[in-house]
């Protein structure tokens, strides 16, 4: 008997993922995000094409205003804006993805292993969970700052310490609401170790929410880290960043408020372009808004 096979099944199975980056780029949001991240993205790569340096002075153009030269103006030290713009979403992308990504393996071991552990184990865990959920962000910056010494790593563990809770919560839920399921049970029948059920079924079911939640969370350690660099606890000068280009301008705001409008619009950008792409995200891969 031969079997005969629908050859349209298979390169729909191929071509699911393409349906989803379509419907994606056909979202508004989607669309509006993409375009905003790949702004930030190709600033950031085309950073070193600069004719200025980034901690470069010149005193004599200081607090100028946009010309041909300086498109954004200068700072206080004669500094070019735009440049240091250019290099400040550097640290922003690699500082917020990076910290992102540490936190979210973070939530992903802890919260399985509190979901799919014994209950003594999920106990503990969620108990050092809202512990740490319970500090407040600066009050853990200042702490961290005082043993280590303000830098990007003590910004990379205050975000791992913040967002990676929420993370583990996430996938201790999910984990707990699939580790009975039928099919679990069934691969425990024919011998399958734990090992093997987590990453084979309990992964690749969890990851898909948590990634969408990762992305909706970039935003805000973009503002975690222009702000605990705007308090003089993150990124030090003369190292570009966009929290000291904004406290070099509230402090200069007076004389020039073009380091204002350089600090802040990057930061409102890069915002908008991951809160929107979380947001396309969901609603592309939720089952249910996607049938809608």
Known sequence: ????????????????????????VADPLG??????????????????????????????????GPTAEFWLGTDNLGRDLFTRVLYGARVALA????????????????????????????????LILDAMKSVPTVMLALVLVTFTGPSLWAVVLVVVLVNGPAYARMARTQ??????????????????????????????????????????DIPIVVGIEAGLSFLGLGVRPPAPSWGTIL??????????????????IPIVITALGFTFLGEALRDTFDPKLAKR
Request: charged content about 15%; hydrophobic content about 50%; proline content about 6%.
């Open 31 to 64: 669309a509006l995000g993409l375009t905003l991240i790949a702004l930030t993205v190709l600033g950031a790569a085309l950073a070193g094409l600069s004719p200025h340096s980034p901690t470069g002075l010149s005193p004599l153009d200081r607090f100028s």
């Open 175 to 216: 984990t707990l609401a699939i580790r009975n399921a039928d099919y679990i049970e069934a691969e425990r029948s024919l011998g399958a170790g734990g090992a093997r059920i987590v990453f084979a079924h309990v992964l690749p079911n969890i990851l898909g929410p948590i990634l969408i939640l990762a992305a909706m």
């Open 1 to 24: 008997m031969t079997l005969h096979t629908d050859p349209a099944a298979a390169p729909s199975r191929r071509t699911k993922p393409r349906g989803a980056l379509a419907r994606l």
């Open 95 to 126: 500082l917020s993805i990076g910290a992102t990504a540490l936190a979210l393996v973070f939530g992903l071991v802890t919260g399985v292993a509190a979901g799919f552990g014994p209950r003594w184990a999920d106990n503990i865990l969620l």
């Open 247 to 264: 406290y070099d301008g509230f402090s200069y705001i007076r004389d020039s408020a073009w380091m204002v409008i350089a600090g802040g």
